[in-house]
Structure formats: structure tokens, C-alpha cells
């Protein structure tokens, strides 16, 4: 599967399944923590920006999901665009985003900004975007915001700073880190200097995990105008159509908040989406009977372990757990015609 495609097919089944949730993991619940934590990153992106903030300027999120930060920033800006690989994320940001009229937003390749011309933008920013892409999806993308950003201009953005750490190609949700000696010089290389290097300075090579926590804005601008290398080859690169472990573990931990919550139907949603794209998953599996069985809906219990034992005929414990169902649905009903 083509890289490009990868990113598409993962953020659009996540925007399906809580766009909210995989937009902000902490302030998903409802519409209003959602909305809060966005003008929490508005501001701290303006404050980024300091002296230099004009609303005159037109500006770029780059990832915007469904328009959480790209709303509180829209009084302070004269025109604002929003780019995201994903589709679903684009089309569930216009409902959230359908009174604002200074801000569109566009589906984009995921790994350039061809759809705007050079020296377009003031100011170019991205929140916990460039995290999760391979990293010469990174490394395009400083090469595009260069080309977009008019000379001088700024580039406001977030990524994890502290001990190399990478991800396979086809991971589109892990974290990558980036050590600060490499960034600079990445920086440094497409163009850009760190106009803020003290916020971010580790007395150290690496930076604390509170630095991390924090998830704080490097400030760089344009200082030269760099032609890109159009690298298309890398961006037709193959990868496996394979699932992140961390993706499963975000569905798992998402259902089981919504049990927490008493969201019983909202859990075995997602138990089911997430069968959906990893079989795999035992735990979806055997969570979900649970859920069926603790909602009385016993047959389609014994229906799912039925389909995951003949998916997985050496596991033990969906055997085991579908035959103690079975035996007691045959108790309670009287019945002994199921057969496993
Ligand atoms: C964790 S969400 C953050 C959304 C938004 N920046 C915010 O803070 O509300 C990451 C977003 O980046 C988008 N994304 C991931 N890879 C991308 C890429 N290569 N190019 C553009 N958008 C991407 C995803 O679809 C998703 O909407």
C-alpha cells in the first residue's frame, strides 16, 4: 500500500469512528472541553507568535482535523486555511466550523502543499500533526512551508523533542521524538531559523518529559528561500498495510472509558470498529462478548465467539469462554440444540 493512502485510510477510519477523541485524546467527552482545549492551544499559539502577531495575515494549520484550533484563532486572523489528509476529518470540520467565515478547509496529499502557490502565507502552524507522519513526511513538509510562507514569515509548530525515537513507515499514530541538535539543523536546512531557541533549549540534548507534556511551540522563521527537492519517488513509497499497536491500544482504552462511563453502546461501536481493521485483537473480541453478555444480548455473544474461534481455532480461552456460555444459555433457556 502506497504511503500516501496509509495515512488517508487510518485518519479517515479514525475520524469515523470519534473524530474528537484522536483529535484530543484528554478533552474529548463533549463539545465543550473539546472546544476549550482548542482556544487553550489558540492562545498559546498566538502567545508563540508574541510581538509578531498580525490580524491582517493569512495563516495555515497544517492537520487541522475538525477545525478545534482553526475557530478560537479565527478573530485574530484575516483569512485562515486549514489542510488534512484525511477527508472525514475535512467533512465533519464544516458542521463544527459553520459559522466562521474567515476559515476553509481543504483535503490535501498528506505530504505536500501544492494546492497553494508560493509565498502565500504569513504565518504557517501545526499542533500535534507532525508527531505521527513518517519523518521525510516531516522533512517535505519544512520544504513546502518554506516554498508557501512569504519571506520573513513564521512557522509556529509543535513536536516532541528528546531522545531519537522512530516508528515503522506504516504507523500513522505512534510518536516520533526528534533530538533538538538534528531539528535545528533540519530547521536550518529548509530555510528556517529557531526564533525562540531559549523556550526550548534542553540544558541537556534531550528535553524533560514535562517539556513534552507541555506540548510547546518552537517559533522559526523564513530566513531563506530554499528550492525543494520534489522528492516523488519517496512519496510513492510501498508500505504494509499493517495496524499500530498503539491503535489498537487507543480503541481499547477509548471502549473502555465508555464503560466507565455507562456508554455501553458506545463501546461495543467501537470493540466492533476495531475488529473491523485488526481481527487480531483478542481482547476486542472477548471484551465485546462481555459487553453482550453484561447487556443480556447473549446470542450475539455466542455469535462472536463463534466467529473468533473459527477465526483463531488454537485459542484456548475464546474456546473456553464460548462453551461456558453456550452452557449457560442451555441452563437458562433449557435448550441444548447450540452447538459450538
Ligand atoms: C491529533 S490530530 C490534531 C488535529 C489538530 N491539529 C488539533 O490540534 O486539533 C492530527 C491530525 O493530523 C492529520 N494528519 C495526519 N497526518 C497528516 C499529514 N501527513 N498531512 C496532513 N494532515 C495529517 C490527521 O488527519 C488529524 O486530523
Not at 505536500?112 to 521525510?136: I, K, N, W
Not at 512551508?145 to 512569504?150: D, E, G, S, T
Not at 520534489?230 to 471502549?255: K, P
Request: proline share 4%; charged share 20%.
Amino acid at each position: 500500500m502506497n504511503i500516501v493512502m496509509k495515512m488517508k485510510q487510518d485518519w479517515n477510519r479514525r475520524a469515523k469512528h470519534h473524530a474528537r477523541f484522536w483529535i484530543a485524546t484528554e478533552d474529548y467527552q463533549n463539545e465543550t472541553v473539546f472546544a476549550e482545549s482548542g482556544e487553550v492551544t489558540a492562545k498559546t499559539i498566538l502567545s508563540t507568535l508574541g510581538l509578531h502577531h498580525r490580524n491582517t495575515w493569512t495563516a495555515l494549520d497544517i492537520g487541522c482535523g475538525i477545525g478545534r484550533v482553526l475557530k478560537p484563532l479565527a478573530p485574530y486572523f484575516y483569512k485562515l486555511i486549514g489542510v488534512d489528509v484525511s477527508a472525514e476529518m475535512i467533512n465533519k470540520s464544516k458542521s463544527w466550523l459553520q459559522d466562521v467565515h474567515n476559515v476553509t478547509t481543504v483535503e490535501s496529499s498528506g505530504v505536500d502543499l501544492s494546492l497553494f502557490p508560493p509565498r502565500y502565507f504569513d504565518v504557517v502552524y501545526s499542533y500535534v500533526t507532525f508527531q505521527h507522519m513518517p519523518r521525510p513526511v516531516f522533512d517535505l513538509y519544512l520544504e513546502e512551508i518554506n516554498r508557501v510562507l512569504k519571506p520573513q514569515g513564521f512557522l509556529v509548530f509543535q513536536i516532541p523533542i528528546g531522545r531519537h525515537l522512530d516508528a515503522p513507515l506504516e504507523d500513522t499514530i505512534a510518536i516520533r521524538f526528534y533530538e533538538y541538535r538534528d531539528l535545528i539543523e533540519k530547521l536550518s536546512r529548509t530555510g528556517f531559523r529557531l526564533s525562540n531557541p531559549q523556550h526550548q533549549a534542553p540544558t541537556s540534548l534531550h528535553a524533560t518529559k514535562q517539556d513534552v507534556a507541555q506540548h510547546e511551540f518552537l517559533l522559526a522563521q523564513k530566513v531563506n528561500t530554499i528550492r525543494p527537492d520534489i522528492n516523488v519517488g519517496w512519496v510513492q513509497t510501498e508500505c504494509r498495510d499493517q495496524t499500530s499497536w498503539i491503535d489498537t491500544h487507543m480503541y481499547l482504552a477509548f471502549a473502555e472509558d465508555c464503560l466507565l462511563r455507562g456508554k455501553q453502546e458506545e463501546a461495543m461501536r467501537t470493540y466492533e470498529s476495531l475488529l473491523e481493521h485488526n481481527p487480531s485483537s483478542l481482547e476486542a473480541w472477548l471484551q465485546l462478548a462481555t459487553v453482550l453478555i453484561d447487556n443480556g444480548k447473549i446470542d450475539q455473544a455466542i455469535s462472536k465467539l463463534t466467529d473468533l474461534t473459527h477465526a483463531y481455532p488454537h485459542y484456548p480461552e475464546g474456546h473456553q469462554t464460548l462453551q461456558n456460555l453456550i452452557r449457560q444459555r442451555q441452563r437458562t433457556t433449557g435448550t441444548s440444540s447450540l452447538n459450538a
